[in-house]
């Protein structure tokens, strides 16, 4: 393969900077509690109405499952970072060090969920959903669902009137080496700080390489209050496997 196609295969869902790096050398200048230390401190799971106490008094809600389970049903304001990706990566890209976090896992995967973090410098969790989804199922009125569209129904969006804004959350030289044509590219890493630039009503798509990404970004503009938002499923290369055009930028 071609150099710029290896770059782009290694360095697909990875954010431009790994912000959480220079937090993490603060951390090893001070004594902080060991690893398994942290975890026996962390994995004892509130109860859904003390969860709901933390997230209302600011800590952060993150659900590790896979999109499209994500999708299907979540917990309202929480994040989808899934353990079967870039998970560590993002979570400390994403996330404030400085707030607790909370985190939805498919039963079983808690421990792997907590661990990850904790290798990071993340020893703030404040504790997990036991069971998953199930306690949820006492409390309807705190689901809600995501939107996701096929590339073939996109394609067939963005030729009505008027089409849905298109916004490509990959890395600038992603963008620039092929993307659909007219979106706006502003990288996940920098998302939550360019929220602004974006129209606030107006219907938006959000694709990435695979849908990893685009999970993430729009499940944080739904927190922030942005509802019509639509997540394109397998992101650009199930656009491009449906034949479908794309535009690029000569570097």
């Keep these: 393969m ?9 360095t697909a869902d990875q954010p431009d900077t790994l912000a ?4 993490d050398a603060v951390l090893n200048a001070r004594e902080r509690p060991t690893l398994e230390q942290a975890l026996e401190r962390e994995l004892a799971p509130p109860t ?4 709901r106490e933390l997230v209302d008094a600011g800590a952060q809600l993150v659900d590790t499952r ?4 994500f999708a299907g049903a979540h917990m309202r304001g929480a994040v989808n970072i899934g353990l079967d990706g870039s998970y560590a990566t993002w979570c400390g890209t994403i996330l404030d060090h400085e707030r607790p976090v909370v985190l939805i896992a498919e039963p079983g995967r808690e421990v792997e ?18 069971g998953g989804m199930q306690p949820l199922d006492r409390a309807p009125e705190l689901i809600e669902r995501a939107r996701r569209v096929s590339a073939a129904t996109l394609g067939e969006l963005l030729a009505s009137a008027p089409p849905p804004l298109m916004l490509d959350v990959r890395t600038k030289r992603e963008w620039r080496l092929g993307r659909i044509d007219g979106a706006v590219n502003i990288p996940l890493s920098r998302l939550a700080h360019e929220l602004a630039r974006l129209p606030n009503a107006w219907p938006l798509v959000v694709y990435c390489a695979t849908g990893y990404r685009s999970a993430i970004a729009s499940s ?16 650009i290369r199930a656009w491009e496997s449906a034949g479908l055009p794309t535009a690029s930028t000569d570097l």
């Design 2 to 10: 071609s150099r710029e196609r290896f770059i782009d295969i290694v």
């Design 20 to 23: 959480y790096f220079t937090y």
């Design 48 to 51: 859904l109405a003390r969860l």
């Design 66 to 69: 896979d999109p499209p389970g």
């Design 113 to 130: 969920a907590t661990t990850r973090l904790g290798r990071i410098g993340f020893d703030n969790i404040a504790g997990y959903l036991a």
């Design 220 to 235: 944080l503009m739904r927190r922030a209050g942005r509802r019509a938002v639509t997540d394109l499923v397998g992101g």
